[in-house]
T-cell receptor, first 113, second 114 residues
Framework: DAKTTQPTSMDCAEGRAANLPCNHS???????VYWYRQIHSQGPQYIIH???NNETNEMASLIITEDRKSSTLILPHATLRDTAVYYC??????????????FGKGTHLIIQP | DGGITQSPKYLFRKEGQNVTLSCEQN?????MYWYRQDPGQGLRLIYY???????QKGDIAEGYSVSREKKESFPLTVTSAQKNPTAFYLC?????????????FGPGTRLTVL
């Protein structure tokens, strides 16, 4: 699976949009971009994933650049409960084995009141 | 409620004792996973299972064992051979065995070995 690079930490004001960047310059054509978040001492929570097109769900939007070398997770109206570590993961379609996800250290997003 | 349950939330054991962590899912998912997380670190894969009665080693399987006798259950045993067992253990599942599906996580068990 391709390696990802994320900033260690970010701040965002409550009510504003939080934009979390992720670089994955070695991504290959069959790899999806996944985002999870982990609130302290809880299990990771799935947020969104995409391959080429931008995606949106009830939690967030995912913007993937045309060359697929980077992406941005957008939380449109951040709340204090969005304070968490956010993980960007690039996932190979293994096609024959259900292997695990590779989690790096992620971005610690702190929402300021 | 549908989901993944792990019990207990906190577990304390003496050094040299084996301990088994529970993971149950009622999502009818085929694949299940165990991860370990150390403070300030990402997750590392211990074992995974694509189907009942089959499982594969992950990146850090030494000192751990698993079983998959039922589709809904994937217990993890931390043996005395694991050199540094104190960690946060997370179980996950995904709907099928192809490896393309989203993984969903349980709440975790924090194991402390004294």
């Amino acid at each position: 699976d391709a390696k990802t690079t994320q900033p260690t930490s970010m701040d965002c004001a409550e009510g504003r949009a939080a934009n979390l960047p992720c670089n994955h310059s070695t991504i290959s054509g069959n790899e999806y971009v996944y985002w999870y978040r982990q609130i302290h001492s809880q299990g990771p929570q799935y947020i969104i994933h995409g391959l080429k097109n931008n995606e949106t769900n009830e939690m967030a939007s995912l913007i993937i650049t045309e060359d697929r070398k980077s992406s941005t997770l957008i939380l449109p109206h951040a709340t204090l409960r969005d304070t968490a570590v956010y993980y960007c993961i690039v996932r190979t379609l293994s096609g024959g084995g259900a292997d695990g996800l590779t989690f790096g250290k992620g971005t610690h997003l702190i929402i300021q009141p | 409620d549908g989901g993944i349950t792990q019990s207990p939330k906190y577990l304390f054991r003496k050094e040299g004792q084996n301990v088994t962590l529970s993971c149950e899912q009622n999502l009818n998912h085929d694949a299940m996973y165990w991860y370990r997380q150390d403070p300030g670190q990402g997750l590392r894969l211990i074992y995974y299972s694509q189907i009942v009665n089959d499982f594969q080693k992950g990146d850090i399987a030494e000192g751990y064992s698993v079983s998959r006798e039922k589709k809904e259950s994937f217990p993890l045993t931390v043996t005395s051979a694991q050199k540094n067992p104190t960690a946060f253990y997370l179980c996950a599942s995904s709907i099928d065995r192809t490896g393309t599906d989203t993984q969903y996580f349980g709440p975790g068990t924090r194991l402390t070995v004294l």
